[in-house]
T-cell receptor, first 111, second 112 residues
Framework: DSGVTQTPKHLITATGQRVTLRCSPRSGDLSVYWYQQSLDQGLQFLIQYYNGEERAKGNILERFSAQQFPDLHSELNLSSLELGDSALYFC??????????FGEGSWLTVV | TQLLEQSPQFLSIQEGENLTVYCNSSSVFSSLQWYRQEPGEGPVLLVTVVTGGEVKKLKRLTFQFGDARKDSSLHITAAQPGDTGLYLCAGALRDGTYKYIFGTGTRLKVLA
């Protein structure tokens, strides 16, 4: 158990819909990261927050947005969903910006 | 542009063989991490290497950080079926962006 909690674990939704993925970082970790992993592909960095502020942005689509709240949990919002958005979405957290710990992921299936 | 290239991409070997996985970049990293990922699960941190030239051992796994901190290798001695998985190197860029990126991955299968 890494200490990073993600919900929901599985989600099936229709194209055009909007979903929210939630992440609770490890206790004491100020940084939260979001990654997307499609089938048989590597981890694509989406976005990073540090203590509530956006710190780094990767290949995140405009249809996607994220935020980190004062209690340090984070949410990733995915809207106008397309079939190609089906993937495993990981949240990770870290305290020192170098070593990060991953949650178990949220499986999103868009049908 | 993939900033962290791993090789080989796929590796299938017999139990008891040795193997080396490489992680290369043209960028300098303050540290590199190696992770192992099982299907449907999050990556699990194996090791962090920080100092150029550093070598760390974790049972049958030996990790090395290049002198210039641009590359790293993972050597597994006497591989076992339990070593099967996706191995990923990762690191935080030192270009001021704070992006933490992953390598392309090496999918290892160890046959009994």
């Amino acid at each position: 158990d890494s200490g990073v909690t993600q919900t929901p674990k599985h989600l099936i939704t229709a194209t055009g819909q909007r979903v929210t993925l939630r992440c609770s970082p490890r206790s004491g970790d100020l940084s939260v990261y979001w990654y997307q992993q499609s089938l048989d592909q590597g981890l694509q960095f989406l976005i990073q927050y540090y203590n509530g502020e956006e710190r780094a942005k990767g290949n995140i689509l405009e249809r996607f947005s994220a935020q980190q709240f004062p209690d340090l949990h984070s949410e990733l919002n995915l809207s106008s969903l397309e079939l190609g958005d089906s993937a495993l979405y990981f949240c990770a957290s870290s305290v020192d910006l170098n070593t990060i710990y991953f949650g178990e992921g949220s499986w999103l299936t868009v049908v | 542009t993939q900033l962290l290239e791993q090789s080989p991409q796929f590796l299938s070997i017999q139990e008891g063989e040795n193997l080396t996985v490489y992680c290369n970049s043209s960028s300098v990293f303050s540290s590199l991490q190696w992770y192992r990922q099982e299907p449907g699960e999050g990556p699990v941190l194996l090791v962090t290497v920080v100092t150029g030239g550093e070598v760390k051992k974790l049972k049958r796994l030996t990790f090395q950080f290049g002198d210039a901190r641009k590359d790293s290798s993972l050597h597994i001695t006497a591989a076992q079926p339990g070593d099967t998985g996706l191995y990923l190197c990762a690191g935080a860029l030192r270009d001021g962006t704070y992006k933490y990126i992953f390598g392309t991955g090496t999918r290892l299968k160890v046959l009994a």
